[in-house]
């Protein structure tokens, strides 16, 4: 499809010239002063405006000054006399694209036009991509109607667009990054680099060099100069998953950056400084390792000025009817399948799992679920055999209703209560959003 170019001039020769000239290879329109140019754009979609520098009435300058209040403005490259060229560098500061010089070399302006084009093209692929992870990270997209994940998202409107930072605790799979995401999208840095580095993965000779970079001949191998994450999130935010694995040299590193803002590459001498926002997050009990000494507590303290814990997925099991059918309609979408739901007996069960290994588990399941259906209506056959088996009839009891899965998993859900808080029936009725009461009832009742 013809990209749209409005060719603006107060020489009627001149801006008929190029119309006659672009036409084979654009749609044009012309327009005699910036005035009837802005008119044109608001009224319909066009990509480049080529425009004289100095005209009456509106010259380009104001022009373009107008076209950058747009919410997705044109590409705006100028038309100026060998005496204005430090106005058309002037009207680049200001936005412009590019400028080119009178008598115009029309190989030029047609090569100048294509490049233009590929820039608007790449700024409105990036804007598209801005907006879905905006969309993504949403706080309509932080799934959860229970009172616990209603504070978690109110906590986190409350300091997504600070500066402070920010340990998200929790078990494994409960979405932890998702968190961190959410932050970041949701700040005012969202435009600026996201960088992820799990501290789990190297081992701790490698890790100062991922983070802080290093130079050239720090260590064997290191044959060229490398900046860390700490440098690639300059602007933006750094986000150290399984920040409990961190090693103590590169924790006193971290707390210097932290005092400071300054850090050097391994090997360097140079004092480098960095703007970035720091979140991170952990599955271990900080608390208790720096009770343990394995972990620093200057350092615990500066990481934890807002802590946000996840909830597990028992925890919050009136959330797991929305996310099961969210993620349904998401791998159905992702996969091409037709699911159109499940049936009770398998709803019943998803719902009343303990799900050990939480909202990834559940992930998990669901998409196994949806790539191996048969029909369209998922059943308990559909489930994957080893979540099943956990819950197996005995024997003597081959068949069994929605009712006795139903119990079934209530008391494993109870006993992993209780197993966690270690008996502590307080921290376990708590846990389950059950009253004591109701948790002393149903553990004579199991019998545990």
Request: proline share 4%.
């Amino acid at each position: 499809m013809l990209k749209h170019i409005l060719i603006v001039d107060d020489d009627k020769l001149s801006r008929e010239t190029l119309a006659r000239f672009l036409a084979e290879h654009y749609q044009c329109q012309t327009a005699a002063d910036g005035r009837e140019a802005l008119q044109i754009v608001e009224g319909g979609e066009i990509d480049i405006i080529l425009a004289d520098l100095m005209m009456p009435g509106m010259n380009g300058l104001k022009m373009l000054e107008e076209t950058g209040k747009m919410a997705e403005p044109p590409m705006v490259v100028m038309i100026t006399g060998h005496g204005t060229v430090e106005s058309a560098v002037a009207a680049m500061k200001m936005g412009a694209y590019d400028y080119v010089t009178k008598p115009v070399n029309l190989d030029r302006l047609l090569l100048l036009l294509e490049k233009a084009l590929e820039t608007r093209r790449l700024r409105q692929e990036n804007i598209l991509l801005r907006n879905k992870l905006h969309e993504r990270y949403s706080p309509t997209r932080m799934i959860g109607d229970s009172p616990i994940m209603q504070k978690i998202v109110g906590q986190l409107a409350r300091i997504a667009d600070t500066s402070t930072t920010v340990l998200i605790e929790g078990e494994s799979g409960t979405g932890k990054e998702l968190i961190a995401n959410y932050i970041h999208f949701n700040s005012s840095r969202a435009s600026g680099p996201f960088i992820k580095i799990n501290c789990a993965a190297f081992v701790d000779n490698l890790l100062e060099s991922e983070l802080f970079g290093h130079e050239r001949g720090a260590f064997t191998g290191a044959v060229t100069a490398k900046k860390g994450r700490f440098e690639l999130a300059d602007g933006g935010t750094l986000f150290l998953d399984e920040i409990g694995d961190l090693p103590a040299t590169a924790q006193a590193s971290l707390l210097r950056f932290l005092q400071e803002k300054t850090f050097e590459r391994v090997g360097g001498t140079k004092t480098l400084k960095v703007d970035i926002r720091l979140l991170s997050a952990t599955n271990q009990n900080l608390e208790e390792m720096v009770t343990k000494g394995g972990f620093r507590e200057d350092l615990f303290y500066r990481l934890c000025v807002v802590r946000i814990k996840t909830p597990a997925l028992r925890q919050r099991q009136e959330d797991i009817p929305l996310l099961v059918d969210h993620f349904l309609n998401h791998y159905s979408e992702i996969h091409n399948r037709p699911i159109t739901g499940l049936n009770r007996t398998a709803r019943d069960f998803l719902e009343c799992h303990p799900w050990p290994g939480n909202v990834r588990e559940l992930m998990s399941c669901l998409e196994c679920m949806v790539v191996s259906a048969v029909r369209p209506q998922l059943a308990l056959e559909d489930i994957p055999e080893h979540l099943r088996r956990l819950s197996a009839p005995s024997e003597d009891c081959p068949s069994e209703t929605s009712d006795g899965i139903l119990a079934r998993n209530e008391k494993q859900l109870i006993a992993a209560a209780l197993q966690q808080t270690r008996m502590n029936k307080v921290a376990a009725a708590k846990m389950l959003g059950i009253g004591l009461r109701t948790l002393y009832r149903k553990i004579d009742k199991w019998g545990l």
